[in-house]
């Protein structure tokens, strides 16, 4: 059967307010997860797993953070149309509209937070490190809750996840969550092999992939799936589009 497309029903000034409150949040969140890993002398945190396989790609080619999130998103936009199975400019528009300030943002915030952020060997330095990271993949989480249900404009990862949740795993965010991570694994092979090549390391693939890489695995999907509960439980998901849903 063909999937409806529910009107939206909240205006345009809240979903944008949503929208900026999210990306915010979505773009710090990845932010803590990259800096609280890379400030402690025993690199075992990592990061979230979109990030950690996007951000070990851009150094494997000697990118920055803005190249690397916004090229690897625009792939992912075009697994996006052959899994709906039909080009979408408002998509397509929606995904650069996100891509362009989340990626500006996560440049910023890398800037901000590494100033910021002592460097640590101790054990108590490190506990709280461990907090930090997990509270930016929580973060990442509730802000991924929160513009999927405004689906005004969606990081391209995300919105692969959601087209998987509806059409896919029947609204399970959890189950989406773990086979939208098909992707970035393969990017972070990618990335070993091509720091084994021309690195010479392929140790340097996997820098950031670590606790707060497996936390985010877990958890990350279910954080979400709780938040479209829990955080502003009012807000439902507006004109939403996964394609063909068959039978």
Not at 85 to 113: A, E, K, M, T, Y
Not at 202 to 220: H, K, S
């Amino acid at each position: 059967m063909e999937s409806t497309k529910p009107k939206r029903t909240i205006s345009m000034t809240t979903a944008i307010t949503y929208f900026v409150v999210s990306l915010i949040f979505n773009s710090a969140g990845n932010v803590l997860t990259l800096v609280s890993s890379a400030k402690i002398h025993v690199k075992i945190l990592g990061s979230a797993y979109w990030t950690a396989a996007e951000n070990n790609f851009g150094f494997a080619f000697h990118w920055s953070l803005f190249w690397a999130f916004l090229g690897l998103g625009l792939l992912t936009t075009m697994l996006n149309f052959i899994l709906i199975g039909h080009w979408s400019w408002s998509r397509l528009i929606g995904n650069l509209i996100f891509l362009i300030p989340f990626s500006s943002l996560i440049q910023f915030f890398d800037g901000v937070f590494s100033n910021y952020f002592p460097a640590t060997s101790s054990i108590l330095g490190t506990i709280v490190y461990v907090f930090v990271n997990f509270l930016g993949v929580t973060f990442i989480a509730v802000a991924i809750s929160i513009y999927q249900r405004v689906n005004l404009a969606l990081y391209p990862a995300d919105d692969l996840m959601q087209i998987l949740r509806f059409k896919y795993f029947d609204g399970s965010a959890a189950k989406a969550m773990w086979c939208s991570y098909i992707p970035p694994t393969l990017i972070a092979i990618a990335a070993v092999v091509m720091d084994g090549i021309f690195q010479g390391s392929f140790l340097n693939g996997l820098a950031n992939f670590g606790l707060g890489t497996v936390f985010a695995f877990l958890f990350q999907g279910g954080i979400t799936g709780w938040s479209d509960k829990h955080i502003f439980p009012s807000l439902k998901h507006q004109a939403l589009d996964v394609g063909k849903i068959e039978d």
